[in-house]
């Protein structure tokens, strides 16, 4: 029945959660796939950080849905969905991002009201923040010039988000003179490269020419 309690035991911490909280984050999650599979059994261990499964804990049980945050003088709600993709990395065994750390504690801070008492303050542009932001929730980031992208680089760097840290190296300018052009170049993933910045070339034979700061650069795709 949904109130049928299990036992998992992360980090040698017991935690009790009833069959409806294990269920509630959909029909195929881990837990239940576990138990599941397991008809007898009602006790599990899982070897990982007893802190941060609290916080999912949480989650399972239907507490605090949104994340408060003051970045750089401006309030910030950040839904728990878009929090949980930054505990992938946490299910597959790998390195926590900035989520996963500091901003973990502030779910555990009650807000009867929307921005009341934002527990963390974070000292970095909330233009930036606001972007990143967008990013995770599916929207495209359009890059500006290559200073826009060194800021966003910057701070995907700070919270630690590595695909985003991935996709905007990539998005970046070559030495001069690399191959055989001897004007600067700019390497960019097929799916970032926007029409409207390619340039008309006289040669056909010759490489494509890519606009960038306002500047002809040869074009180099990653596919």
């Known amino acids: 029945s949904n109130q049928t309690v299990f036992t998992v035991i992360v980090g040698g911490r017991p935690f009790r959660l009833s069959w409806e909280s294990l ?7 881990f837990f239940v796939n576990f138990f599941l599979k397991r008809r007898e059994a009602r006790v599990m261990y899982i070897d990982r950080d007893a802190d941060i499964f609290q916080l999912i804990v949480h989650h ?4 605090y849905e949104h994340l408060y945050v003051n970045v750089g003088g401006r309030d910030f709600r950040i839904s728990w969905t ?3 993709k930054a505990l992938t990395s946490f299910w597959q065994g790998g390195r926590n991002t900035f989520f996963t750390g500091p901003l973990q504690h502030s779910l555990f801070d009650p807000h009867d ?16 923040f606001q972007e990143i932001i967008n ?9 500006k010039d290559e200073t826009h992208r060194r800021n966003l ?8 988000f590595r695909q985003l840290t991935d996709k905007l190296q990539t998005a970046s300018k070559t030495v001069d003179g690399f191959g055989e052009s001897t004007s600067p170049e700019v390497l960019l993933l097929l799916r970032d490269v926007r029409m409207s910045n390619l340039l008309p070339v006289e040669d056909m034979a010759g490489p494509l ?9 040869t074009l180099l795709v990653q596919v």
């Not at 269920?23 to 999650?29: I, T």
């Not at 680089?153 to 630690?160: E, F, G, N, S, V």
């Open 23 to 29: 269920k509630s984050d959909g029909p195929n999650n």
């Open 60 to 63: 399972l049980r239907g507490y």
């Open 82 to 84: 878009l929090l949980r």
């Open 113 to 128: 009201t929307p921005f009341q008492g934002a527990p963390l303050f974070i000292d970095r542009d909330p233009d930036i």
């Open 135 to 143: 990013h995770l929730r599916g929207y495209t980031v359009h890059i």
């Open 153 to 160: 680089l910057k701070d995907a760097q700070y919270y630690m």
């Open 209 to 217: 020419l890519y606009k960038r700061e306002d500047l002809p650069h």
